[in-house]
């Protein structure tokens, strides 16, 4: 099936299929559901739910209950472990990805096969296709800040690494690619080298030998863009004598990746003058990648949640190109495409396709609360929900964990927008850490500071993207009176104990800045009860907020004002 979409990979033929998917969305769905039912009924998970091949929708909203990722995580273990092939789907899964979700403080594992990888194709082709008939690209390279994480085999001798490595890794994404024209322009070795810097500086450099052929600079995340050109004006001289002379910058050192960049770099005194000029030619970079990359068309990645903050610094750069939001999925599957590519990432907004899942929705609108979930073409515009999932690889009515909102109707397919997670408290860019998480940190941390016979009388954080890069705070009230040397410690091992992969990595690249942790007076979280309870709440029912965002003036006003010291981390 995807050797003969790659054959024939027309634009308009997607745009075509898409059109006929989306109106018909009920039916698409039902039959769906039908395939998905009638292809796994004799997996252990279903044949326990008493399903006994029923396939409508009534009788699965019956029978399979709502779950979330750790009720399924006996089940996905024992298959990672190699135990009996037919645990949730009938055909042996033989990929995992890890999310970066941290639920419990620990990745989480979920189900990759061949239908994620043939749906991940499909959003990419029909949102390029839209893409394409606005902002047209011809043969070229895409200058993609891309990188893989290490693949190991699990217990079972499954195959697992993070769900856009298994999806780089395999041979359909680079055919998808070079069907659609932008191929790479960095040699496999450097994205998946094993050096995070390296691959960067590398990417940054291929981009530079290839700058009149680019057409589109782009990466999964807006943030790893911004961080790319930021690293840019670091390490632009050095970049611009690596192609005078033609010699690699000995900070390269992964044999793999010098190897390969052996194959590219040639002395190029001319290119080298020309980027010289221009760069000196800029004002505060303004317009970078504009001038660096004059044939490019568009920005292209994920800017929409956690990504938006971002997105000025990436304007400044782009020098008025495009940008572009990216579609919305998870390593649990894909969800939806961006089929209006002129609506600024602010307003983007994602049309489910019917075809690659089965999509339910949890009305959060008041009065609707605990309400049964509704099917795809039942939504109803303006409103928020949250998602669940049903799909090819072994997800059955799974709550994602996403508030979306309904903006309109693509024929009979809604389109959502992305609000937030539902229980995330803490990301600046790749990293998600959730209630949980914060409160696990803070328990370890909380430990030291027993020792010296003090406590955490309570505790909350806030994400501080006033410095640059940003990082988390979080501030606690302590019983007892201040000792440096062990709130240091308290600090250090806050940051250390947030192991969220994405949030290791920025740390360690600096892309996340050092926590910061902030003592209040003592009585300040009174302060925080009196002024929920002046708003109407009641103190029975009073939680902590445990992350304050921006927006809550007021209680960002108490915390700040009550700090009376600051530590930063020095963990990393
Ligand atoms: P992961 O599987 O760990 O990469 O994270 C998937 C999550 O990233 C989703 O459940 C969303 O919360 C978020 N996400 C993915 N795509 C988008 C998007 N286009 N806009 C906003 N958030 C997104």
Not at 141 to 146: C, D, E, G, N, S
Not at 277 to 302: A, R
Not at 367 to 385: A, F, I, K, R
Request: glycine share 8%; hydrophobic share 35%; aromatic share 10%.
């Amino acid at each position: 099936m995807l050797e003969k979409m790659e054959e024939n990979f027309d634009p308009e033929t997607i745009i075509e299929e898409f059109e006929a998917l989306s109106k018909d969305a009920e039916r698409v769905q039902r039959e769906t559901l039908e395939k998905i039912l009638e292809e796994n009924g004799e997996t252990e998970y279903l044949q326990r739910s008493g399903l006994n091949g029923r396939t409508d929708p009534n009788s699965f909203k019956a029978f399979v209950p709502l779950v979330t990722h750790k009720d399924l995580e006996p089940y996905i273990q024992r298959i990672a472990d190699g135990h009996s092939p037919s645990i949730l789907t009938s055909k042996p899964i033989t990929t995992i990805s890890l999310s970066s979700g941290t639920t419990q403080g620990k990745p989480k594992f979920v189900p990759f096969n061949d239908e994620l990888m043939e749906s991940t194709m499909q959003i990419y082709k029909t949102s390029f296709a839209f893409r394409n008939r606005e902002y047209p690209i011809g043969n070229g390279k895409a200058l993609q800040f891309i990188y893989s994480s290490k693949q190991f085999k699990t217990k079972g001798g499954l195959t697992a690494g993070t769900a856009t490595t298994n999806v780089y890794r395999n041979s359909q994404f680079k055919k998808t690619m070079k069907a659609m024209q932008t191929p790479c322009c960095s040699p496999d070795e450097v994205i998946f080298g094993p050096d995070f810097h390296q691959s960067l500086y590398c990417h940054l450099l291929c981009g530079l030998i290839f700058k009149d052929q680019v057409q589109v600079v782009s990466s999964t995340f807006a943030h790893s863009i911004v961080h790319a050109f930021r690293t840019f004006e670091q390490v632009w001289e050095e970049l611009v004598d690596n192609i005078r002379n033609g010699i690699l910058s000995s900070q390269i050192t992964v044999t793999s990746i010098r190897l390969s960049m052996g194959k590219i770099l040639k002395p190029d005194p001319i290119l080298a003058d020309k980027i010289y000029d221009k760069c000196l030619g800029l004002s505060n970079w303004y317009g970078l990648i504009k001038e660096l990359f004059p044939n490019t068309k568009y920005v292209y990645g994920i800017m929409t949640g956690s990504m938006e903050p971002y997105l000025n610094k990436l304007r400044h750069y782009a020098g008025g190109l495009p940008l572009l939001s990216a579609d919305y999925g998870a390593s649990e599957g894909w969800i939806g495409a961006n089929v209006n590519p002129k609506l600024p990432p602010e307003l983007a907004t994602f049309a489910v396709l019917p075809n690659i899942g089965y999509f339910e929705f949890i009305p959060l609108k008041e009065g609707l609360n605990g309400q049964d979930p509704v099917g795809l073409t039942e939504v109803e515009n303006g409103e928020e929900y949250e998602i669940i999932v049903t799909n090819f690889a072994g997800l059955y009515r799974y709550r994602l964990g996403d508030i979306v909102k309904i903006k309109g109707f693509h024929n009979s397919t809604p389109e959502l927008q992305f609000i937030c997670r539902s229980n995330l408290l803490l990301t600046i860019n790749i990293d998600k850490n959730t209630e949980k998480d914060l409160q696990l940190s803070v328990e370890a941390a909380a430990k030291l500071l027993s020792e010296e016979k003090q406590e955490v009388v309570d505790f909350t954080s806030r994400v501080d993207l006033s410095t640059d890069p940003g990082h988390y705070v979080i501030f606690w009230e302590i019983s007892g009176e201040l000792n440096d040397l062990v709130l240091e410690k308290c600090c250090n091992c806050l940051d250390t104990s947030f192991v969220d992969a994405g949030y290791v990595s920025s740390r360690k690249v600096n892309a996340i800045g050092p926590l910061e942790l902030g003592i209040v007076k003592k009585g300040t979280f009174h302060k925080i009860l009196d002024h929920y309870v002046g708003l109407g709440a009641a103190v029975s029912q009073f939680k902590t907020p445990r992350c304050v965002g921006n927006t809550n003036v007021v209680v960002l006003q108490i915390l700040s004002s009550n700090v009376v010291k600051s530590y930063f981390s020095t963990a990393f």
